[in-house]
């Protein structure tokens, strides 16, 4: 996903001369073809991430679309107020291609594990927040946002994950997807916990619960057009996502449910990473389980929350 | 020289119409920096207030954005946009804010959040040399704002990038809100810290030979290959001697009419 996301970039810089790469302190090689064609356009600045936001903001002002490459948590922690004041108040067509969204970067510990990033840009005005499933949509999205006005956070998985989106399914911001309709449960995800969902889904229909999918690759703009019909049907409603549970995808729906698209004895349950930084390292897949998102304990949890219900 | 120092009394005097309406502001912040604001606007920058965006202009960036007063008078002089905007400073549908923003014709990119504008004015020198375009981009700092560690990120960009296109002009008039500058965050080696970042450095008093700023401008770059900065000796509260580094007067809300004439007034004597 993060090398065809690059990949779209470069393609999306060769038709249109305003599109702008800006790396901090990426792996060498990074687009080295960028480089080597469109050097006027390649910048690295090195480790100075909130300069980075103000001089992509100064591009962008002057009519380019900068696309700034590098690790989640320092564009979303460090570079917050850049990215309100200088980006999103003037509503400036910059690109934040962040890295590692989630528990990608397990065993480099919480400096490096992005899992606020969805609650932090949701809550900046104009900021769309995107965060692929699959290389497939990553593409989709990337070429999307060159004509979309204003910034975009892009949450960036680790790469190899099962291609599940449909390009006959279309894309656009603000569009959720229905990939099966809901039966006694909805799950709702974002990003890679579209593939974990999927998975669940055939576990559970072994067990005789009916579930469906609507995977939302923007958290923002929310689909309330495509969301409200689907809760209002379906008693239990649970949202899924790498990230803590205050303030990303489940609070994005839970509000939703809480002001009234609601079926009349609806159940919501938010599964995410609890309000803790994560403990340990290992791999991804070690974290995802250690804190329920694997598909067995998500498995686990709806259905003895279903059956105590 | 007294022609000049006839402006700037102007420009002061226009401060204290738009305070007399919100009764409150950064007064003394924007009255520091009105000889720098008067010698760009005069003499230096390449702008067009009938067309604010026209690509050819010189960017200008007030990073100390609470200095917006000092700009929106030179602004409103130049014709950017009327005086009849002045009850608008600070006012509930007013576009003047307490600090700038975009919606004010003439000012490029919203300020407020110190740290924020020589980053910005990278990205603008930036783009200028993408588009081979030969404008230039000006931005002034303030000296207690030159503690933000952004300041820094983004000076060492410009020397790498040998942005001559760029000029920093700070307004260095030694006080914060709370202090002095040399109390609360010295800066100092303030001069040397600009060439050990790559800049070609200038500097100038505005008090006493204000238009050596006009000179030092008039033939940039002052080296090929290098960014400029000027470090501009001035005075917080410049124009009325009670507000001289008076830390009262570094914000003031509910200032009542005898305090703005006698303001107006002291501008007379002081000024002279």
Redesign the interface.
């Known amino acids: 996903m993060r090398k065809r996301g690059l990949e779209t970039v470069y393609r999306l810089a060769k038709e249109h001369p305003n599109v702008v790469y800006i790396g901090s302190d990426v792996g060498k090689g990074t687009l080295a073809q960028f480089q080597e064609e469109m050097p006027e356009r390649f910048f690295v600045e090195g480790i100075a991430e909130a300069y980075v936001i103000g001089m992509a903001a100064g591009l962008a002002m002057s009519g380019k679309m900068p696309f700034v490459n590098t690790i989640a948590t320092f564009l979303t922690r460090r570079c917050y107020d850049q990215i309100a004041v200088d980006v999103c108040l003037g509503n400036y067509d910059v690109r934040l291609y962040a890295n590692g969204g989630g528990l990608v970067y397990a065993p480099l510990g919480p400096t490096h594990q992005s899992i606020d990033d969805i609650a932090l840009m949701r809550a900046l005005p104009n900021m769309t927040v995107f965060c692929p499933c699959d290389a497939d949509e990553m593409e989709r999205g990337i070429r999307a946002s060159y004509d979309h006005k204003g910034p975009v956070y892009i949450r960036v998985a680790r790469g190899g994950d099962p291609i599940v989106s449909k390009a006959e399914a279309g894309f656009a911001f603000g569009k959720a997807l229905v990939f099966k309709q809901p039966g006694d449960l909805l799950l709702i995800s974002t990003g890679i916990t579209c593939q974990i969902s999927l998975k669940v889904i055939e576990a559970l229909a072994e067990r005789g619960i009916s579930a469906g999918l609507c995977h939302l690759p923007t958290v923002k703009p929310l689909d309330r057009d495509t969301l409200e019909p689907l809760l209002r049907q379906s008693r239990f409603v649970a949202t899924v996502e790498e990230h803590s549970v205050i303030g990303g995808l489940g609070g994005a729906v839970a509000q939703l449910i809480a002001e009234g698209a609601r079926h009349p004895a609806g159940k919501f349950k938010s599964i995410g990473i609890p309000d803790v930084f994560p403990q340990g390292y290992g791999r991804q897949e070690n974290l995802l389980a250690r804190y329920g998102l694997d598909v067995d304990s998500v498995t686990q949890t709806v259905t003895a929350w279903m059956e105590q219900t | 020289m007294n022609e000049f120092k006839a402006r700037c009394k102007h420009l002061r005097r226009e401060i204290m119409a738009m305070v007399a309406h919100a009764r409150r502001g950064h007064i003394a912040p924007a009255f520091s920096l009105v000889e720098i604001l008067a010698v760009l606007y005069d003499h230096i920058m390449r702008y067009n207030p009938a067309d604010p965006t026209w690509p050819d202009r010189d960017r200008f960036i007030l990073s100390k954005g609470h200095g917006c007063l000092a700009q929106y008078a030179v602004l409103a002089d130049k014709g950017f946009f009327s005086r009849d905007l002045y009850p608008q400073f600070c006012a509930p549908d007013g576009i003047l804010g307490g600090h700038p923003?975009?919606i004010v014709p003439g000012v490029?990119?919203?300020t407020?959040?110190l740290?924020?504008?020589?980053?910005?004015?990278?990205?603008?020198?930036?783009?200028?040399?993408?588009?081979q375009r030969d404008y230039r981009s000006f931005v002034v700092l303030g000296d207690g704002e030159c503690g933000e560690?952004?300041v820094w990120?983004?000076a060492?960009?410009a020397a790498m990038h040998k942005l001559d296109n760029l000029i920093v002009l700070v307004d260095y008039n030694k006080y914060m809100s709370f202090g002095p500058v040399a109390e609360v965050c010295d800066v100092e080696p303030f001069a040397d810290k600009w060439r050990a970042f790559g800049f070609a450095v200038a500097e100038a008093d505005m008090t006493t030979d204000p238009l050596a700023l006009k000179t030092i401008l008039s033939d940039l770059p002052l080296t090929r290959g290098k960014p400029t900065a000027v470090i501009c000796h001035t005075i917080k509260g410049y124009g009325v001697s009670y507000m001289h580094n008076n830390l009262a007067w570094h914000h003031k809300s509910r200032i009542e009419d005898a305090e703005i004439q006698d303001i107006l007034d002291r501008l007379e004597q002081d000024h002279a």
């Open positions: 923003e975009e490029e990119a919203p407020g959040s740290g924020h504008g020589l980053a910005i004015a990278v990205g603008f020198a930036l783009a200028a040399r993408m588009d560690g952004s990120e983004a060492m960009a």
